[in-house]
């Protein structure tokens, strides 16, 4: 007969048991890695793990905003049509969503720190090949190649959301959205000067140097400890705790490293288990909507802008009377971005970090399902008011808040699914949720630049109902990760309090173990009385 788990620690109603391990000599004191990492707390460690591992998000954002200022000019190279255009974003998401999923599953099995070296090692080396396309058809597949490198970039956010204290992640772990702001911020401003000068070319060339940069400072990053002590490595778990304690001056806490439970990593079915399953499906709903909306406005900023000029102007709606360039009539409409554009572009893209301190108080205040539906609320209404004929200021404006909410919906969601699963399968879960998130990413080209041409109210409904869909899912997860501790192993072992609904906060099954047990005594005692 089996025995029963025992009593779990602190974890977010989702238990530890501990099975298949050693147990220590009685008396003798022990600790997990959770228990060190919050006495150990926060300090130099971090701040060094912060700069290096958010700066993996200046890589990230380099990369993939390239091809929102290089397709104009491979527009005009290769006289490609609009879904031409559309078709490279979309197989840039497409490497990114096959490579996530793979590279989420080897980095539970083989460390997360491992596969991120790897990834910017394949995103670099694509990337570089990509400046000597020879034609189109090269072009869209070796991009494709750097989105399947770029996915493996999440691990950064793994590592730093393994080490940071439970306390500090509300706040930290938002404050990452630094990076992303600076890397968009660093490729726009750098088209606006090498394009018009040397080339989309030598534009790629500069972009992939921060990535190749940033991998010579790896190696003062360790290996996540949690992972080590999942893999029941609890000595090289050890030996970087004592490291972490070290450089924050403090010490890890007296006795022994516990010995983990035993349990495959990584595994998939372990993400759609019934006490999963939900939590999952929603998970992934909203991270294909945000993608959805995140792209949808980046990509559909031009559109917009167009639009904005006829709105305000006795120009006839399908041509722009103050472009009478020969460039304008071209059956490919050869248009390049002049210093106008690019001011509009940052003006947007410095959008995505005027709600940041609102977006971190409220995460940590009103927990990050509330603060999530919110902001998915507000995004829908801001994509109809687009259709509101106003000014250029106004419609930058617009832009601007948009940018700032999609930003917000990204900081909310990242921070959710880094929490919700346990070391076994936490990158697993990101890598599955990358995944579905391209898919959302592969479809705003066609939504934002091509059915908005055709029907612009139809395009604003449609991303504005999906945002709606998003805040209902956000409201309704079963589980808030605010002021919990990281999980270490699977729930399909462990019983899961919150998403229970039952009373006083003990496990459903344990109820119905109860409930049985007073009826075979009840049943017992009357039997016996009959007997008598």
């Not at 909310?412 to 990101?430: C, F, N, Q």
Request: net charge positive.
């Amino acid at each position: 007969m089996a025995t029963a788990p025992k009593e779990a620690e602190n974890a977010i109603g989702l238990e530890e048991i501990h099975t298949d391990r050693k147990e220590p000599p009685k008396g003798q004191k022990t600790f997990t890695v959770e228990e060190a990492v919050e006495t150990i707390g926060f300090g130099r460690f971090h701040i060094m793990l912060f700069l290096i591992m958010g700066s993996t998000g200046v890589a990230e954002a380099m990369e993939i905003m390239l091809i929102a200022v290089v397709s104009p000019l491979i527009r005009c190279e290769w006289q490609l049509q609009d879904w031409q255009v559309a078709l490279v974003t979309t197989m840039v998401f497409f490497g990114y969503m096959v490579f996530s999923i793979v590279l989420g599953l080897l980095a539970d099995r083989y460390g997360r720190w491992k596969i991120l070296l790897l990834s910017f090692l394949w995103a670099a080396y694509f990337s570089l090949l990509t400046s000597f396309a020879p034609s189109y058809i090269w072009f869209v597949f070796l991009r494709a190649m750097v989105g399947g490198g770029v996915s493996g970039h999440a691990q950064g956010l793994i590592i730093k959301t393994e080490f940071l204290p439970t306390k500090y992640r509300g706040y930290m772990l938002p404050l990452s959205q630094v990076f992303w702001l600076a890397g968009s911020l660093l490729i726009i401003g750098l088209a606006s000067v090498v394009n018009p000068t040397i080339g989309w070319r030598w534009l790629i060339r500069i972009a992939s140097i921060p990535g190749i940069l940033l991998i010579l400072m790896f190696k003062f990053i360790p290996e996540s400890a949690r992972y080590n002590e999942s893999t029941g490595n609890t000595g090289a778990a050890l030996a970087t705790l004592q490291r972490i304690a070290r450089m924050n001056r403090a010490a890890v806490p007296e006795g022994q490293l516990r010995e983990p439970a035993k349990e495959r990593r990584g595994r998939f079915k372990d993400l759609i288990h019934p006490k999963y399953l939900r939590t999952t499906l929603q998970i992934w709903i909203i991270w294909l909507g945000i993608a959805f909306a995140y792209y949808g406005v980046i990509l559909a900023s031009a559109e917009l802008l167009e639009r904005d000029l006829v709105c305000g102007s006795a120009a006839p709606p399908l041509q722009d009377s103050s472009d009478d360039s020969e460039e304008s009539h071209s059956p490919c409409h050869c248009h390049l971005f002049g210093p106008a554009a690019y001011q509009t572009m940052i003006i947007s893209t410095v959008g995505e970090i005027a709600l940041n301190p609102v977006n971190v108080l409220s995460i940590n205040l009103l927990g990050r399902r509330l603060s999530l539906c919110i902001t998915m609320g507000c995004t829908a209404l801001f994509f109809l008011l687009l259709n509101i004929c106003t000014s250029s200021a106004g419609m930058v404006g617009f832009l601007f808040m948009l940018r700032a909410l999609v930003s917000a919906n990204f900081n909310t969601i990242y921070i959710y699914t880094a929490e919700v699963y346990p070391t076994t399968m936490r990158a697993l879960g990101m890598g599955t949720s990358g995944a579905l998130c391209r898919v959302g990413a592969m479809v705003a080209p066609f939504i934002s630049q091509v059915l908005m041409s055709a029907s612009f109210l139809g395009a604003l409904c449609l991303f504005s109902s999906v945002c709606i869909i998003c805040a209902i899912s956000a409201v309704t997860l079963p589980i808030e990760t605010k002021g919990k501790a990281l999980q270490n192993i699977s729930q399909n072992k462990a019983s899961n309090n919150e998403d229970s609904g039952c009373p006083w906060k003990l496990p459903c099954r344990s109820w119905l173990i109860v409930g049985f047990s007073l009826l075979k005594l009840s049943a017992s005692h009357k039997f016996s009385e009959t007997k008598v």
